[in-house]
């Protein structure tokens, strides 16, 4: 400590540069939790003198800093620490006095940082193109996304209306943001709650000192030893709202005096919940770091985590089967096996990152850091899959009174004593068909002999996306003067994913056919272009029979390449401090198909067009490329690049005002740029980068327990891309849509606050996050054919023409907004600690929430219907968005920590979330996309009805901790 | 912290042991088979006809009313589709059942038990069928196509040995087509022998037939119209195939195989749809779908056999063998026999091959 103190005056000294005075003065104290005065080990701890950054010092273990060779004059200190909002001091040195400030107080963020990263149930979105990853980070410095990130989760709040690919997450300086989807990964540590604990976190388009980061904020977290809290810590945890039990344990060696340090966490989440059958955890995860410092300039760490496990996944219904069955968390995915309760969906991992990170810092004016970061392992998804036999899903359309019975005579379903008999099986929650009959599906398998041995017809696959992802990020740190900062570094990322499908159960049979039963369906006389695998079928002259455990239907790399390069420079003049930053980049991707598919042969081995049965099987695309499946696609790549421009200006009393413009063009995801991958090599027509521009302004205030922050922003982004897959029933087959030219608009205002009262111990909190996020282009869609690639005339590059708005009846134009997530979400609570007790309670307000629309209903040939003709009604009927109702909820926590003998730390933390015990909260959802066509009258189509999912009712969870 | 230790083995305690199932054995264990029903018949098929005779279309009251069948119709190759056949000493019964695949849970050979009550009994075009009643008014019965529905009339009993199919003469099938609805052939697994291609002078005013397809111009508007249907009926319009599958009808479509066909009042090259400015033949082809086919045989006496193959058979798009079409001017097509289940359709034989090997040829 005193080394690295000295260090940075000395530091200090050459690179003012300006005499050879010597200073005395400095200044001391204790970082002291606010709640409990207990003192708080690790904080760090920044000096300023007006915005240029004098020095950076982190508490012991008594939680005493020194910071000493200061020159006389007034400084700004800012002081973070896990768990804990930021604060600010003001500091006055003079006559070379080591002033003592005594206890700086921290006053405690959300106490419910225990919390799972996934802290909610997963949905099962396969090819819905929805996403459903909420984007607040637990525990954060800042007042609003730490109040935020607690209260709001549970109903999938995003911050700003952002996707979660906005959000850029580091690991030890490395981007860890999914290669192909773009996702931000927290599930990869989820269950190491310690070791993650420590975080680094600027909002909205402020730079970092990782990356320039994009317009939601860049978090870092450092996982290396020495980030993790000193000593042993054991937790128990219960929850009733996503499993029973979690166990963790945790060491940190703190510094050593040998220059080592390690630490490790283990955790075990298992069991099932309250609220949805059939989820259950069986969950594990590891960590372990090791650190030395081999002296002041030169550090070296590893770090090995992973979170191997599995748990069931839950799925959306509509609201007729809720209703039904009278509950909203109906879980459509389980069903009864002899007895016992099986998940279809069941999410298994075991992704393991293994870093390798080193630090150089020769001198307090300049560090770098190099990191290299390999994740790998196994990433799959289990969900039922047939072939010649009938939907097994319980909840599948055709089994729904709606089916044989509407009140709407257009309809024509009037068969209401079919109705009644689907409406029994609901009513009475009959196990054999309102959930999966797992019985049944054995049965079928077992009884289907063929060939002397039983083809399965039902049985259980898993989705794998396999990563290697092996990247390298370099970073420094520079500030020849006091008053100038360059930061820059430079990344790359080689990324291969491997999507295939396994057989993970056969289900009591045998063998299963490795076929495609949608091209089956139109190609029934072509055996060649039903196979899955064209190669085996020619070589065998018969279909593939598939086995557990072997590959099969389809399977490609995705293959991505980036790098970027990035360089900031940060000027401080007075109280002001401006920072201009910019990155240059290339983002290059493609698929390599491993299999060859029947429906898209392409070329054979030598360039030339395949010939099955003297037919030429091969087909073109409009501009007469070979359709396939097998080998490289083209590559796709982009030029990306981004600037920014922060300005900063803070005042005495720990003000600051502060806003940040930033201008990004980035690459679309693989995810999003081909028509079908598990099918063909294709890329989506007219791929261009996503273009944003940002802007915010802020005003903060973090000092002697004040904490406030308010926040304007305005952000567009433009020319985005998504692609589904989907069953169309206008097309009667399976099609893929692309959408280009998506545009958005994200305003808005954030406001957080956390304020002590006169009443001792008692003090006001809340969080205000109101915008409109609407969508500001009708995009460009374009339609094929899954069976052959083919164009669908009429919705293929053509416009949306209904997407951004439609106009109502009355002349009234209504938009569209952005869905899934509150764009009003208001919480006011209160916090009262003493004695080591806390109390918070919150109330909570959410409005403005829209359900995820399907492109189809907003084209010209929904709203025409059969007679092709579009009336005002149908407009509106087919476009509307659906608006959800808003919700209260309740919450409350307590809390309560012993020490024992100083040594020991003894607590616990009980949160009850929504007391009220409001099970109609609707958290997210989305439009079928597929009509309903066959009316009497022939004028209008009608639409599916949409798919929800719930918050779930009132739960608690109760964390008991021991600390040594 | 001694009361935060309750709480949680309370909380733990609370917890079922259904959900701890997952966690720790993962396994579920294997399944035992349907076990095989065994209900005590009330009523023969043949009775079950003959209350359809007696009182035309009719809800059955009686709640114990059970028949007893085997099974004698297999729809793998989804040319049989949603029905179900059952057969015993008394003729044969099409159960509705609205599902595909329906040899998954129905096995050849399996008695089956329907338990009749609440369900109807009733006819399509002279082929008697048990469902449920059709609120609509369309049809006489309706299918039953819920599987609580199903599993509560229609009870799976032990497996047995398939029904062998019965030769059938053309002097039965005359037969049978006079007694109409309560013949017991109808809907039997039979084989017809001696069957030549063509149809001269059918039961009705068709001169000589060879396929008889029907398209419909847009499937949303109205499918009774006769402005909206086209038939392709008599010559064979270059149809080489038992069916046709969506692909295989654009290219006979493409290849201009339907261009002499066309609605009551519009030609294939006559614009259909004035708004959209569509001809009959765009629309038809912007709307395509797998097509259901019928090829017309006759037998040495001359009575015409329709054998129609839906269209999404997975043998649709096969072709019939050249010779069993042979010269259609010189009618001298090779004689074949074929096996599949024998119905009624308004006076005339049909036949649903059980797949593409039911047909040989005889030489």
Known sequence: MIKKLTLAAVALLLSLGLSAQTYTGGVRGTVVSRTDRAPVPGAVLVLYQGTAEVATVTSGDDGRFLIEDLDNGIYDLVIQAPDYLETRVNVTVNDGYVKNMFNLSLTRGAVVSEVDVDNLVEFDMDDTGYGDSPTVLFGQNDVFNNMAGYNFSAVRYRVRGYSSESQDVYLAGVKMNDAITGYSPFSLWSGLNEATRTKYTVNGAEISDYGIGGYNGLTNLPVNALSVRKGWRGSVLTNSQLYRLRLMLTYASGPRDDGWSYAFNVSARLGGNDWVKGVYYRSFAYYAAVEKQFNDAHKIGAVIMGTPGERGAANSSTQEVYDLIGDNMYNSNWGYQNGKVRNARVRKTHEPIAILKYDFTPSHAFNAAATVLYRFGKNGYTALDWYDAQDPRPDYYRNLPSYYFMEEDDYNRLNGMKAAWAEEVWRKDLPQYAHIDWDRLYAVNKMNVEDGARRSKYAVQERRTDQQDLNFAFNFKWRPVRTFTLTGGADAKVNRTEYYQRMDDLLGGDYFYNMDSFAERDYAAFPYMTQNDLDYWLANGRVQKIHVGDKYGYDYYANVRKWNGWLSGKLNIGNFEMAVGGRVGQTAFWRHGLNRKGLFPGLDKDGKPMVIDGRVVTTYDENGEPITSYGKSKVARFLTYAGKVNLNYVLPGGHRFYANAGYFNDAPNFSQSFMSPRTRNQLAPELTTVKTLTGDINYQVSSNGYNFRITGYYTDIMDQAKVMSFYDDSQNSFTNFALTGIDERHVGMEMGWKIPTDIPNLALQGVIGYGEYYYTSNPKMYQTIDNNASIVEGTYGVTVPYWKSHPEPDGTIARHYVESTPQLAVSLGLNWNWNYWFVDADIDYFGHSYLSMNPLYRTDYATAGPDKEVTPFEVSYMCSQEKFDPSWLLNLSVGKSWYIQRKYQLGFSLNAKNLLNNTWVKTGGYEQTRIVKNTVAKQMFYRFDSKYFYMSGFNYMLNIYFRF | ?363
């Not at chain 2, 579920?28 to 076990?35: A, H, I, L, Q, R």
Request: aromatic share 10%.
């Open chain 2, 1 to 363: 912290m001694k009361r935060a230790l309750v709480i949680l083995a309370a909380a733990l305690a609370l917890a079922s042991c259904e959900e701890w199932e997952p966690v720790f054995t993962l396994k579920n264990g294997d399944v035992d088979m349907y076990k095989a029903a065994e209900l005590t018949p009330t009523a023969t098929i043949a009775e079950l006809k003959a209350l359809y005779a007696k009182h035309g279309v009719l809800k059955i009251q009686d709640d114990d009313m059970v028949i007893k069948g085997k099974v004698i119709s297999d729809d793998h190759s989804g040319n049989i589709y949603r029905e179900l056949y059952i057969q015993d000493e008394t003729g044969v019964i099409s159960v509705k059942i609205g599902l595909s695949s329906l040899y998954s849970d129905y096995k050849l050979g399996q008695t089956i038990y329907v338990r009749c009550g609440g369900l109807t009994i009733g006819q399509y075009n002279g082929m008697p069928q048990l469902g449920v009643e059709d609120q609509t008014g369309e049809y006489e019965t309706a299918y039953l196509d819920n599987r609580y529905l199903i599993d509560a009339h229609v009870i799976r009993g032990a497996f047995g040995d398939p029904v062998p199919p019965l030769s059938v003469t053309e002097a039965q099938l005359q037969e049978a087509l006079k007694e109409g609805y309560t013949n017991p052939l109808w809907g039997q697994l039979v084989t017809i022998t001696d069957l030549r291609y063509g149809a001269a002078g059918s039961y009705a005013s068709d001169h000589f037939k060879r396929i008889f397809i029907l398209l419909y111009v847009d499937p949303y508007k109205d499918k009774k119209s006769s402005t909206n249907r086209v038939f392709c009926s008599s010559e064979t319009y270059g149809v080489t195939t038992w069916a046709m599958s969506k692909n295989k009808f654009l290219e006979y479509l493409d290849a201009g195989c339907f261009d002499r066909c066309g609605t009551s009042d519009k030609g294939m090259d006559d614009v259909f749809d004035e708004m959209t400015g569509l001809t009959v033949k765009e629309s038809i082809r912007a709307n395509a779908t797998a097509v259901t086919t019928s090829h017309y045989f006759h037998l040495p006496q001359g009575l015409p056999v329709q054998i129609r193959t839906s269209g999404f058979a997975k043998f649709a798009d096969t072709e019939i063998d050249p010779d069993v079409i042979g010269d259609l001017n010189a009618q001298d097509g090779v004689p074949i026999s074929a096996t599949g289940i024998v119905t009624v359709y308004s006076g005339a034989v049909q036949l649903a091959l059980v797949d593409e090997n039911s047909v040989k040829i005889l030489k």
